[in-house]
């Protein structure tokens, strides 16, 4: 089963519009799938094939003018010889849609575009399904917690509560979807294996495979919470440096998300330290044991993977529509915090998240500190999302926001 995803316009328009489009993002999101369900009529070549990469080293050149063009090319990042290979062809005919470039390793990809493929190349971020694409539902925009946006993003079918805590648990992979008969605890230990061996242990030329895999649980534990580097250190027994060179693994193979506060020059008081997030909660709970949708929706992490959920299906509903996600999060030295903020045009959105279905005015009391720590900044609607099932008002400007609504 092939479910339609939100970006393919962003996808069809870069291709419009610039010579080389390419997608990055995590293993098994869908990318290649994406572009040959698209473009159905175009070569693909994977360097996942040994046979093809090796020619594809041995002579760059010679290997892309046999294939032609316009080309897909999967996990590209796995030889780097072909970026300037692929300037070449682009300058030397250029026209719109030459390549599509796939690659699930941002650490390569981003050193090789910026040297190779400036001006040249689109950079489309994808992650796994949203909540509205598995339930088909049409409106794409990004998300805002405006009562016009709402009212538009009000769900075709609703579903229960049960069923948003299966979604959250499975995750996003869009071959759990596709068959839901595969097994979720065998498909995750297959690919924590996949990453550690191909990209950790082949791009990161990080060796103790043990101990990164116990950093990555140590990290899953903390989603939804301030990095606390040193915590992590003394946590998995490795060096501070470890852990911030092991985290830019994690962030450049968009396994978690850094989320930065939010701040103006005006503000001195917010914290500095950001937050971490996985991008897909089905990893996150098999990496920190939770079995099943019923003991995680009890479990002693519920809230902090419900806010990891609600965070992501933001992030997609910007990714999708090929934007930048303005999204931030707001703590003073007091303590004081708004899960999320949405900074667009001069104004502020905020967000809070509680994984209760009935969120009260007390849950958005701190959305008036954000007029005093920002004076200059319009403080818009904003809105608490939760595990109910009908928009209501909480306060004036404030509305209680299904998470299905995202």
Not at 57 to 85: H, N, R, W
Not at 168 to 174: D, K
Request: charged share 25%; aromatic share 10%.
């Amino acid at each position: 089963m092939y479910f339609e995803r939100h970006i393919s316009d962003d996808i069809l328009q870069s291709g419009e519009t610039f010579s080389s489009v390419l997608i990055t993002g995590p293993r098994q999101v869908g990318k290649s799938t994406i572009l040959q369900h698209m473009l159905p009529d175009l070569r693909v070549v994977s360097m996942d094939s040994n046979a093809v990469k090796n020619a594809a080293i041995a002579d760059p050149g010679g290997f892309l003018s046999l294939q032609g063009s316009p080309l897909i090319i999967d996990e590209v990042q796995k030889v780097p010889e072909l970026f300037d290979e692929i300037k070449q062809a682009i300058d030397k005919d250029k026209h719109y849609g030459m390549y599509y470039l796939t690659g699930s390793q941002n650490l390569l990809l981003m050193k090789n575009v910026s040297d190779s493929l400036a001006g040249r190349v689109n950079i489309i971020h994808m992650l796994g399904l949203s909540t509205r694409e598995i339930l088909m539902e049409a409106r794409k925009e990004p998300f805002l917690p405006t009562t016009t946006e709402l009212v538009l993003r009000r769900p075709l079918n609703n579903r229960s509560t049960a069923w948003l805590w299966w979604r959250i648990h499975r995750g996003s992979m869009p071959e759990l979807y596709a068959n839901e008969k595969i097994d979720w605890e065998k498909y995750y230990d297959s690919y924590v294996q996949t990453y550690l061996e191909r990209d950790v242990r082949d791009f990161a030329n990080i060796r103790d495979l043990i101990t990164f895999r116990k950093f990555m649980v140590s990290i899953a534990a903390r989603t939804g919470q301030l990095l606390n580097i040193s915590d992590i250190a003394r946590d998995v027994g490795i060096e501070s440096a470890t852990v911030k060179k092991w985290l830019s693994v994690l962030q450049a193979s968009d396994i978690i998300y850094l989320l930065e506060p939010f701040s103006l020059n005006v503000a001195k008081r917010v914290v500095k330290t950001p937050k971490v997030y996985f991008t897909d909660t089905g990893l996150a709970c098999f990496l920190t044991r939770w079995t099943s949708p019923e003991t995680l929706m009890t479990g002693a992490m519920a809230g902090n993977i419900f806010e990891t959920y609600v965070f992501s299906e933001l992030l997609k509903s910007y990714y999708n529509v090929g934007k930048r996600a303005p999204i931030y999060f707001y703590r003073d030295s007091n303590g004081v915090e708004v899960d999320f903020l949405i900074y667009e045009d001069n104004k502020l959105y905020p967000i809070e998240v509680k994984k209760n279905s009935n969120p009260g005015k007390a849950d958005a009391r701190h959305f008036k500190t954000l007029v005093k720590a920002f004076p200059s900044v319009d403080v818009a609607e904003g809105g608490v999302i939760c595990t109910g099932s009908e928009l209501l008002p909480i306060d004036k400007g404030v509305t209680s926001i299904p998470a299905l609504y995202i």
